[in-house]
């Protein structure tokens, strides 16, 4: 029997990458989109729906699948309101995964990041750790937190100190040796590659997903 998939960030890097992979998978007959605006040029799969993401229980009727994947995100470029930045990095996987467990989605799959830490001092970080707590919280028979280091590739937007980062840590990436292969830089495909993977694997034992199995779950196809 062939699925139905949600994607939340389906026009960011990796959300992109993500939903064309989808599409060509036959394993998919549905692909369900919800967003603040509609992607053109899509498959007859695609059904989108837009509409505010920071309300997302205006969609419960429409939020049935087999699996979520949630590829939520912003920057501080993009939103330096500390508020408007936690409800989007925060409240959108949390309240996903709220409708998931609600409508009996039993896989939920959602981008966090390397660094993730409820205690942490750093706003990132925190952020990112406290909305892994939450969305655990929800008991999801498959939940699966998936932890990349820095995530290389072209981007639609301009993020100058973030390509900075990335050319500097294409430099010094050959002294990542033993416990410091974690942080060498992760290409989006690689990540979305591991969160079909994952999906349909169900089996994973683990349920944080850091950048080093990332990588290596992504090759077992």
Known sequence: MKKTA???GASGLTGTILLHALIEDHRYESIKLFSRSKIEGLSNKVTQYIGDLLNLEQFKADFTADEVYCCIGTTNNKTPDKKLYKQIDYG?????ARLSKANGISTFLVMSSLGANAKSQVFYNKTKGEMERDVLQENIKNTFLLRPSLIG?????RRTLEK???FM???IQPLFIGSFKQYKIIEPKIIAQ???NLANNTS???VIITSNDIKRIAKNN
């Open 6 to 8: 949600i994607i939340l």
């Open 92 to 96: 959108i996987p949390v309240h996903a």
């Open 153 to 157: 590739g072209e981007r639609k937007e």
């Open 164 to 166: 900075i980062a990335v």
């Open 169 to 171: 840590f294409q430099i």
């Open 194 to 196: 591991a969160m079909i």
């Open 204 to 206: 994973h034992a683990e």
